[in-house]
């Protein structure tokens, strides 16, 4: 009905404008504005951001960036320039601006998609589903400090319609999407080859395979990088606690135990996870998409908490099981959906300002996985898949 739309995204569009002065970086060397720009700039004026030498005589201001860029190389990979370099060939504040309008519309755009995508029954738990995804810290911070995590929530989403419709070419996109920060979905990735090679979805492989090499050498092609695992060995190298991941979180518990006690922590919530899987297999739903989204960020060596906005799906499937539920389960359902995704997350921010640390935040990827079983039955039917695997094994046109 036209006229339910009013009440169900005014909040959503209240608290966006509430947090629009938060959302929007007035200072171009908050965060990593000047960063990524700057990257962008090489790869646009044909140098290469891999290069020590392209930092050097910059400008003060760029001082910080030049004396990171001796110790610790650029970390992200070709086709990720590709991304920036458009950016980059504006002048400082102009590129700046043109790629934060960028990501805010990508932001708001990803939230919308997943409301269209896994749609709410209820005037009021849409409008507060579409309140937690504006409130979510992870939208807010990757806003703010110039992070593409919204990239990745598209791809994600596009992942779990290409699987629900046994679409390739949503499926291909994407996978491209995601892979402009490949080291946080690397577990996505092992699971969409298995799940793809297992269902025997040899039309959506072959077309994600394309598109994924297509991206990847033109990216290798117009900004080469030259010693890869060396890259990859220096950030590796960092001690741990750097980060928001669950071996900060180990090493905060335990001190040098932390390998010990970071699998003690993975333990539980993997176990969770498989099981939800087994109550919602890929045969049946596309929830092992966002699980496998999930368990990336709980495992990979090196996250930031603006990471955790692939993780958003999951506290909108837990809304979504709270409509089945009667009363008193659906509200306790409900209050549990804000705990986990609007306290907890901005709880953790401010008490690891205090602490001075990043290893509250890496609860959050956890605490999902918990959650996995809560919505397993649910996703059943919110993501299920419409055609039967079967129809797919011998190359059928996708949707």
């Keep these: 009905m036209p006229g339910r739309s009013i009440p169900v995204y005014a909040p959503f569009v209240l608290v966006i404008a509430v947090l629009s002065l938060v959302l929007w970086a007035p200072d171009p060397f908050l965060g990593d504005w000047h960063n990524f720009w700057y990257a962008g700039h090489l790869v646009a004026t044909g140098r290469s951001p891999y290069d020590a030498s392209s930092y050097a005589g910059l400008e003060p201001q760029f001082a910080d960036l030049a004396a990171e860029r001796q110790v610790l190389p650029w970390p992200y990979p070709p086709w990720t320039n590709l991304f920036l370099a458009p950016f980059g060939a504006l002048p400082l504040r102009a590129g700046i601006i043109a790629l934060h309008a960028t990501l805010v519309v990508l932001g708001i755009g990803g939230i919308l998609m997943l409301a269209r995508q896994l749609p709410l029954r209820g005037t009021g738990t849409q409008a507060l589903a579409l309140t937690i995804a504006a409130a979510y810290e992870p939208f807010v911070r990757a806003t703010r400090t ?71 050498g033109l990216g290798w092609l117009v900004s080469p990088m ?17 980060d928001s991941s669950t071996w900060t979180l180990g090493a905060m518990l335990a001190g040098t135990a932390w390998p010990i006690a970071g699998v003690a922590l993975l333990v539980v919530p993997l176990a969770l996870c498989a099981r939800a899987l087994r109550i919602s297999p890929p045969s049946r ?43 008193p389960m659906r509200d306790l ?3 549990l959906a804000v705990v986990v995704a609007v306290l907890v997350p901005w709880l953790a921010y401010f008490g690891d300002y205090v602490i001075d640390s990043h290893a509250l935040r890496s ?23 419409s055609s039967p ?7 059928s046109p996708a949707a």
Excluded: C
């Design 333 to 335: 359902v409900l209050t």
């Design 363 to 385: 609860t959050e990827p956890l605490l999902m996985l918990l959650l996995l079983p809560l919505i397993a039955r649910t996703a059943n039917v919110a993501l299920s898949v």
């Design 146 to 216: 110039a992070h593409f995590d919204a990239l990745l929530l598209l791809g994600v989403l596009l992942l779990a319609a290409g699987w629900r419709r046994d679409s390739a070419w949503r499926f291909g996109l994407g996978a491209v999407l995601v892979a402009v920060k490949p080291h946080v979905v690397l577990v996505l990735a092992l699971a969409s080859v298995v799940a793809l090679v297992g269902s025997r979805r040899w039309r959506t492989f072959a077309t994600t395979a394309v598109a994924l090499a297509a991206f990847a």
């Design 285 to 327: 739903s596309a929830l092992f998409v966002f699980a496998a989204a999930a368990v990336s960020l709980a495992v990979v060596p090196y996250a930031q908490s603006y990471d955790y906005l692939t993780l958003l799906p999951i506290a909108w499937l837990l809304v979504r099981s709270a409509e089945d539920k009667p009363r």
């Design 226 to 242: 030259p010693a890869p695992a060396a890259n990859a060995a220096t950030w590796l190298a960092l001690p741990v606690g750097h």
């Design 389 to 395: 695997v079967s129809a797919t094994e011998h190359g």
